[in-house]
């Protein structure tokens, strides 16, 4: 909690806001592909759910993971780790892995460390469904 004044100069304690949950829904897509749609921040403190649910689709073996992240509006280290994981693991079972819709705090964090060159990135989830 943060410290404040109030309008009789004490200090009292703010509490902080709570983060809003990662929001994670899936779909599937035509020819086999499954849609996985991201909302809120991908970050160490929100990732599990998006962490979990990926791996499961990656072991469901679907013709095809489109992970949507027009939703996400921030990006850290672990959630880019987590990107990353399921790229290493879709690619040992033999899936295509892509990402639509990828916002420009994101795009950021991976021209940054460079992980844009290991990702099939499309303008929006149709265009990665078409492939």
Known sequence: MMPSDNDRGETVLAASQPRPELVVETRSGPDGAVVCALAGDLDVETLAPAADTLAELVAQRPAAVVIDLRGVGFCDSS????????RLAAERAGLELRLAAVPATVMRVLDLTGARTVFAIHESVGDALAG
Do not use: A
């Open 79 to 86: 959630g880019l780790n987590v990107l990353l994981r399921t």
